[in-house]
């Protein structure tokens, strides 16, 4: 990294001049009287408000949401930038307390307006809130499972010492263990976090010494990880049950805003295909020279691949080709995001780790957290993170903040198809076949990750629960025996298991997350349906990008399945997530024929 890359941080005074400038301060006391009048205005009346009402209600309501929503975002963001600054600490404190407090005051909002529209269910079609119908027909899909005010508060009251006690368990556990790894022949003692960057390690008996330290020391503890996720999922079912859900995947796919049938044709669309996989994983053992993979090299780099280094200017310079050979418009948010000085580049002490793109509505920007070493994997999170503030900036100039709660399965297309479009960029550019070798197992890594290994874990989850129905006690041998049989249904011959990879299901914190079931399959949808995506737009070429434009537009104001119309996909179609393997498939091709 150059002295000049160091300079690249994001600059937060279009949002606010400083951390203690007066403008906060009233900031805050503007939203929380916004606030009070809203509650004045509605508390009580939405039962009773007719159509033109009900508009004016929610566009007062918007209007608060992008005010605060200025306040909270300046407070996360200089905290995330800067987590030991004392006066960032205490902003940051303050305005948590105050976002818990205003969302408890307004909390009386989607239940009235839930109330509402069951009784009235009329108004959804209304024409005078034709561009919040999507909106309030997710509001309706949601109501029947709403309980009352006080039932909603005491499972919130009894979760926050109950359930939600096993997530923290279970990183306490993780952070204060002591793993010994020998490597490059020498013994350590590391922390989890040190321990597990060492598993993608060049050295495989580096790789293997981690896997065996990390999973062999949670298995030891494994009947308390069995204590917790037989407890989360029994809550589960017990919650489910009083909210009147048909089975436990079903209120994910409410928020997610999709239906059973499609994600059951797109798991099987992945079981049918997975020797896909397998044979990109036979593939990687040939080229490692190994007779068959071992579970310590599904992510190991490829021995003797080149090292592939970027400046960030040099990664700012392929991102942003990347995008522009794609259209020049459609590379204006990415451009933009440089030149206002919308992304913090360099790791440093203090800062969170990780990279993420959080959205500025009234700004029709977004702000992007990195941390750049300089590796390849580097330059695809700038590709990813940028294509979240395409999405924003394309999404913010055409709906209302109501219309921007895009779920989870078409949250990530911009940024998976960023990724796509730099990865046609690098192969194009490489300078051998060894650096395109570097490129394609990367990107085959990844994607094998995402859509393949995370099917194994849906259907991991979904045993837990039909284990549970059939009064199946889940302990640590029960919950294993489920955990390595969803693995092997993807994975079959092509992988050599360490005997401790049982207990790999331990370290997953999402399962151990209260209220937070089946996270995974969207992680497959999105990944699968920008595949396709991607396959449509090399058929059509330039008559594709308007298309997806609209697509990104459209925020939450469709389902889904209406996206997907758009790019003029049917995601409802059994064959259709065939079309996003037919690219898995041809990486696949495309190594092979390098090798
Ligand atoms: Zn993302």
Redesign the pocket.
């Known amino acids: 990294m150059t002295s000049k890359d160091e300079e690249v941080t994001w600059d937060l005074k279009a949002l606010f001049p400083s951390i203690n400038d007066p403008s906060i301060e009233k900031a805050i006391s503007e939203a929380k009287s916004s606030a009070d009048s809203f509650e004045r205005n509605y508390r009580g009346k939405i039962g009773s408000i007719n159509a033109d009402g009900l508009l004016r209600c929610f566009r007062e309501l918007e209007d608060f949401d992008v005010k605060a929503g200025d306040i909270e975002l300046f407070a996360s963001l200089s905290f995330s930038a800067n987590m030991t600054q004392p006066d960032v600490q205490a902003l940051y404190d303050k305005v948590s307390k105050l976002e818990a407090q205003l969302g408890k005051q307004l909390a009386f909002f989607s239940l009235e307006l839930g109330a509402l529209v069951k009784t009235k269910p009329e108004m959804i079609a209304d024409p005078v809130l034709a561009s919040y119908r999507h909106m309030l027909e997710r509001v309706q899909r949601r109501v029947p499972h709403q309980l009352s005010e006080v039932e909603e508060q005491v499972i919130i009251e009894k979760d926050q010492f109950g359930v939600q006690a096993w997530e923290e368990l279970q990183s306490k556990w993780l952070n204060t263990r002591t793993f010994e790894v020998t490597v490059l022949g020498k013994k350590k003692s590391l922390s989890y976090g040190e321990a597990n960057g060492l598993l993608p390690h060049p050295d495989r008996a580096t790789r293997e010494s981690a896997n065996r330290s990390i999973y062999g020391l949670l298995g030891k503890d494994g009947e308390i990880f069995a204590s917790a996720l037989r407890s989360i999922c029994n809550d589960w079912v017990t919650v489910s049950k009083r909210r009147k859900y048909s089975s436990p995947m079903e209120s994910s796919l409410i928020s997610n805003d999709t239906q059973e049938a499609i994600v059951e044709n797109l798991l099987g669309a992945m079981n049918q295909n997975a020797g896909l996989y397998r044979h990109y994983l036979k593939l990687k053992a040939k080229l490692m020279n190994l007779p068959v993979l071992g579970n310590q090299d599904i992510a190991a780099p490829l021995p003797g691949s080149p090292p592939l280094k970027f400046t960030f200017t040099e990664a700012q310079a392929n991102v942003v080709l990347a995008y522009t050979r794609f259209d020049t418009q459609y590379a204006t948010a990415v451009k933009e995001m440089f030149s206002k000085r919308r992304i913090d580049v360099p790791p440093r002490f203090g800062k969170r780790n990780g990279a993420f793109?959080a959205s500025w509505y009234r700004g029709k920007s977004a702000f992007v957290l990195d941390n750049f070493n300089g590796a390849l994997t580097d330059v695809y999170t700038l590709a990813?993170?940028l294509?979240?503030a395409t999405q924003d900036y394309y999404v913010s100039r055409s709906q209302t903040i109501m219309n921007t709660a895009i779920p989870s399965i078409v949250?990530?297309t911009a940024?998976i198809f960023g990724e796509l479009l730099l990865t046609d960029l690098l192969l194009d550019e490489a300078k051998s076949d060894e650096e395109r070798k570097a490129v394609l197992s990367l990107v085959l890594d990844e994607a094998g990750m995402t859509a393949f290994q995370v099917t194994a874990r849906v259907w991991f989850e979904q045993a837990l629960y039909r284990s549970i129905e059939q009064d199946e006690f889940l302990d640590y041998a029960t919950i294993s025996r489920h955990w390595t049989e969803a693995r092997d249904r993807i994975f079959g011959d092509s992988i050599m298991w360490l005997p401790e990879m049982e207990a790999e299901w331990t370290m997953k914190p999402h399962y151990f997350m209260a209220n937070y079931r089946f996270y995974n399959y969207p992680y497959v949808y999105a990944q699968m349906f920008v595949y396709s995506l991607y396959e449509r737009y090399l058929e059509e070429g330039k008559a594709f990008v308007p298309k997806l434009v609209n697509a990104l537009s459209a925020g939450s104001s469709v389902s889904p399945l209406e996206i997907g119309k758009i790019v003029g996909l049917n995601v409802a179609d059994p064959n259709f997530w065939k079309g996003g393997l037919k690219v898995f498939e041809r990486f696949i091709i495309d190594l092979e024929m390098l090798t």
């Open positions: 793109c990813h993170e294509g979240h949250a990530e940024s």
